[in-house]
């Protein structure tokens, strides 16, 4: 059984930064993709950030471009958001979700994509 669990959330001004982790487990999928959504309050959840186990081909939502930047490390199953200029209509509960992903498959950002999910981190930008 798959499981994902998030950590690296919590209160920052803004402009700060953030670095979230994606620990993966229970899984020996070669190719597989991890992606990052948020949960903002008042709105549904959003994809902001996918990375492919492969070749690391990455996604970014057009919210986030420029200022979020996602990484791998395919040794620890683990993924990270490195979160930069961070606004306050950032703040929301930030997920990790999981699917196989074949190479060069085309990398998708809907919630339907993905088949585990993580329970969130909160990340709170305010002064």
């Known amino acids: 059984q798959v499981q994902l669990v998030e950590s690296g959330g919590g209160l920052v001004q803004p402009g700060g930064s953030l670095r979230l982790s994606c620990a993966g487990s229970?899984?020996?999928?070669?190719?597989?993709?991890i992606a990052w959504f948020r949960q903002i309050p008042g709105k549904g959840r959003e994809g902001i950030s996918c990375?492919?186990?492969?070749?690391?081909?990455?996604v970014y939502a057009d919210s986030v471009r420029g200022r979020f930047t996602i990484s791998k490390d395919n040794a620890k199953k683990t993924v990270y958001l490195q979160m930069d200029n961070l606004k306050p209509e950032d703040t929301g509960v930030y997920s990790c979700?999981?699917?196989?992903?074949?190479?060069?498959?085309?990398?998708?950002?809907?919630?339907?994509?993905?088949?585990?999910w993580g329970q969130g981190t909160q990340v709170t930008v305010s002064s």
């Open positions: 990375i492919s186990s492969s070749d690391g081909a990455t």
């Open positions: 979700a999981w699917a196989p992903h074949p190479p060069a498959a085309i990398m998708r950002l809907e919630e339907y994509a993905f088949e585990s």
């Open positions: 229970g899984f020996t999928l070669k190719y597989y993709k």
